[in-house]
């Protein structure tokens, strides 16, 4: 299946969506790949696609039909990026390379969603085989294609190896702005700008925060469609109209990717009906697992991540289709509210606030994750760096990040982005506008789990008491579980004696 014999930089397994177009950005920037997947067609669609955007005159992607021919068509030490589904393919694949001759020295990337505990796992696994190193990837198929973000980790050594590789092919911002440097057309290359790349920790650390990433997304994509929601069955707006705020809100506070493709969405027509397309979708919502994983490590790490945890349960309530259609006919909602012009105009604007309130909050609870989550593994995470690379080329990419990233510039030991300055000014200023939204919304009877659950969020790390002194007190009448008490020195153990007639309180040595 080769051409002519040419050793080449970098060997690349799957040529899958994500893998073939990961492969072309590679080839744009210079590098020479010798490609292998388990089908033929994808190998000769990658191959093609090459040879039609490929303005050298020498081909780039050297097709190989083998692991061990694969292996023979690269440079010493090898490099060889797997862009394969996570789980059991993974470790296939490395077994395969193994008996295919691979070496020590050298170096395995895996680009997959994998779970962050899987890459631990692995690199203990295959330590003595070859340097196992990880590179989550964001962006999708177009992120892949002319520049993802890309979250690194593993052997330090292997990153000076591929680093030069990696802020090659990666998204770039503006240093000034944190916007994008836009490159939308094959053969485009990049070179100015801040690279959306960077070594993230040892081994599992990117993964895991590719996985925090993605609890965002979730969040994120909720918030917005809420607010779809209440403007559409709320407040009786076509899809056409709600793109135009939308739009509209792009312009500002809100300018981020998630918006701008909800735009695009809600303005499509179906190519065979001519009819608005969100309102042909059926409203059962899927999910890959990375979602949830971010929901259940925040459980274990005991991180409150509500709003991630809802964007989650969203999706699972939305899969109930058939439960909701029998509901709907025997549950009775608010009767109905008629809004004025004004008032609608008005509520637009409160919602527009919510939705930023509710972001923030949502990004708050990631980012806090990722910092109780380092402290536990042993990670020195760069929180200003996480945000610097999540400005282009991700899902959650955003204007907003930019933010972030001098919030922890100002303090990277900050405990929560909501005691930055900048985020609490900006929740203080808006919080009546969401806390109407938040009303209307409820007054509708629109579901707003997302809006209401981050709005939770916000004033419990606001109140300095929160009703858990009768939560202990109910434990310990059941359970014995102990209190301690505000009126007597720190870590002092309590228990009442409630079984008995006097109800003693002793210490708990």
Same mark, same amino acid.
């Given at each position: 299946?080769?051409?002519?014999?040419?050793?080449?930089?970098?060997?690349?397994?799957?040529?899958?969506?994500?893998?073939?177009?990961?492969?072309?950005?590679?080839?744009?920037?210079?590098?020479?790949?010798?490609?292998?997947?388990?089908?033929?067609?994808?190998?000769?669609?990658?191959?093609?696609?090459?040879?039609?955007?490929?303005?050298?005159?020498?081909?780039?992607?050297?097709?190989?039909?083998?692991?061990?021919?694969?292996?023979?068509?690269?440079?010493?030490?090898?490099?060889?990026?797997?862009?394969?589904?996570?789980?059991?393919?993974?470790?296939?694949?490395?077994?395969?390379?193994?008996?295919?001759?691979?070496?020590?020295?050298?170096?395995?990337?895996?680009?997959?969603?994998?779970?962050?505990?899987?890459?631990?796992?692995?690199?203990?696994?295959?330590?003595?085989?070859?340097?196992?190193?990880?590179?989550?990837?964001?962006?999708?198929?177009?992120?892949?294609?002319? =520049?993802?973000? #890309?979250?690194?980790?593993?052997?330090?050594? +292997?990153?000076?190896?591929?680093?030069?590789? &990696?802020? !090659?092919?990666?998204?770039?911002?503006?240093?000034?702005?944190?916007?994008?440097?836009?490159?939308?057309?094959?053969?485009?290359?990049?070179?100015?700008?801040?690279?959306?790349?960077?070594?993230?920790?040892?081994?599992?650390?990117?993964?895991?925060?590719?996985?925090?990433?993605?609890?965002?997304?979730?969040?994120?994509?909720?918030?917005?469609?809420e607010a779809y929601h209440i403007l559409n069955a709320g407040l009786g707006l076509s899809a056409d109209e709600i793109a135009d705020i939308f739009a509209q809100w792009n312009n500002g506070l809100l300018d981020s990717y998630l918006m701008e493709i909800s735009v695009?969405?809600?303005?499509?027509?179906?190519?065979?009906? =001519?009819?608005? #397309?969100?309102?042909?979708?059926?409203?059962? +919502?899927?999910?890959?697992?990375?979602?949830? &994983?971010? !929901?259940?490590?925040?459980?274990?790490?005991?991180?409150?991540?509500?709003?991630?945890?809802?964007?989650?349960?969203?999706?699972?309530?939305?899969?109930?289709?058939?439960?909701?259609?029998?509901?709907?006919?025997?549950?009775?909602g608010p009767e109905s509210v008629t809004l004025s012009n004004q008032e609608k105009i008005d509520y637009i604007a409160q919602l527009h606030d919510a939705i930023y309130c509710a972001k923030m909050c949502a990004y708050a609870q990631g980012f806090q994750l990722m910092k109780l989550a380092a402290k536990e593994h042993g990670w020195a995470l760069d929180f200003a760096n996480i945000a610097k690379i999540w400005r282009a080329g991700c899902i959650i990419r955003a204007t907003f990040l930019q933010s972030i990233a001098h919030a922890y510039e100002r303090n990277e030991d900050l405990d929560n982005l909501l005691l930055d300055n900048f985020f609490a000014k900006q929740l203080s200023e808006r919080q009546f506008n969401w806390r109407k939204a938040v009303c209307g919304a409820t007054m509708f009877g629109i579901p707003n789990g997302a809006l209401s659950s981050a709005l939770s969020y916000y004033d419990s790390m606001r109140s300095e008491t929160l009703p858990a002194n009768l939560l202990q007190g109910q434990r310990d009448f059941f359970g014995a579980h102990t209190f301690e008490r505000v009126d007597k020195a720190d870590g002092k153990k309590y228990h009442v004696q409630w079984s008995t007639p006097e109800r003693k309180t002793v210490i708990i040595e």
């Open positions: 299946m080769t051409q002519d014999k040419v050793l080449c930089d970098i060997g690349f397994i799957g040529l899958g969506v994500m893998g073939k177009n990961l492969v072309l950005n590679l080839a744009d920037n210079g590098f020479n790949i010798a490609a292998f997947d388990l089908c033929d067609e994808k190998i000769q669609e990658a191959m093609e696609q090459d040879k039609q955007e490929n303005t050298t005159g020498s081909p780039r992607v050297y097709g190989c039909s083998s692991y061990t021919e694969l292996i023979s068509q690269l440079k010493a030490p090898h490099l060889i990026v797997l862009s394969v589904p996570a789980g059991a393919p993974v470790d296939q694949v490395c077994e395969n390379l193994i008996g295919a001759g691979i070496q020590p020295d050298d170096i395995i990337i895996d680009t997959g969603n994998s779970l962050w505990t899987d890459t631990v796992a692995r690199e203990k696994k295959y330590k003595s085989n070859f340097l196992l190193f990880s590179s989550a990837v964001s962006g999708g198929e177009v992120g892949a294609r002319f =520049g993802p973000s #890309l979250m690194p980790s593993g052997s330090p050594y +292997a990153w000076t190896r591929v680093k030069p590789i &990696w802020e !090659a092919i990666a998204a770039k911002v503006d240093a000034e702005t944190g916007k994008p440097i836009e490159r939308s057309k094959p053969g485009q290359v990049i070179t100015e700008g801040e690279p959306c790349a960077a070594y993230i920790g040892p081994a599992g650390a990117g993964h895991y925060v590719k996985m925090v990433h993605n609890g965002i997304e979730y969040a994120d994509m909720q918030i917005i469609c695009e969405v809600l303005r499509h027509k179906s190519c065979d009906t =001519g009819t608005t #397309l969100v309102d042909l979708i059926l409203d059962k +919502a899927g999910q890959k697992g990375t979602g949830l &994983w971010t !929901a259940m490590s925040s459980l274990e790490v005991g991180c409150p991540a509500p709003t991630i945890a809802q964007a989650v349960y969203a999706r699972s309530i939305s899969s109930f289709k058939q439960l909701r259609t029998q509901a709907c006919t025997m549950l009775k």
